[in-house]
């Protein structure tokens, strides 16, 4: 998996249910929206949502294998994110 350097800027923030981020590289930009409902009565449903767009002629030409690598690393993330969570 390639890793994609690039910035995040907080865009809103609801502690602890509500987080969105801008994110900023120079293949891609977009949004990370991650919220978390207590309504789980055996604990916490998380809820992430990833949004890009492609970012020039050359991104968009390669948009199909860029979104492809990033969204074959996203779910294991998510996943990840998720046991560390649990774990506190």
Do not use: C, W
């Not at 916490?44 to 890009?52: A, E, G, N, R």
């Not at 294991?76 to 998720?82: K, T, V, Y």
């Amino acid at each position: 998996m390639k890793p994609y350097e690039g910035s995040a800027k907080t865009l809103e923030a609801d502690p602890p249910a509500l987080m969105v981020v801008t994110v900023d590289a120079a293949e891609f930009e977009g949004t990370i929206t991650t919220e978390l409902q207590s309504s789980n009565p055996h604990g916490t449903d998380m809820t992430v949502s990833l949004t890009i767009r492609p970012r020039g002629m050359l991104a968009i030409m390669f948009f199909p294998i860029v979104s492809k690598a990033i969204g074959s690393g996203f779910s294991r993330q998510i996943d990840e994110l998720a046991e560390r969570m649990e774990k506190t």
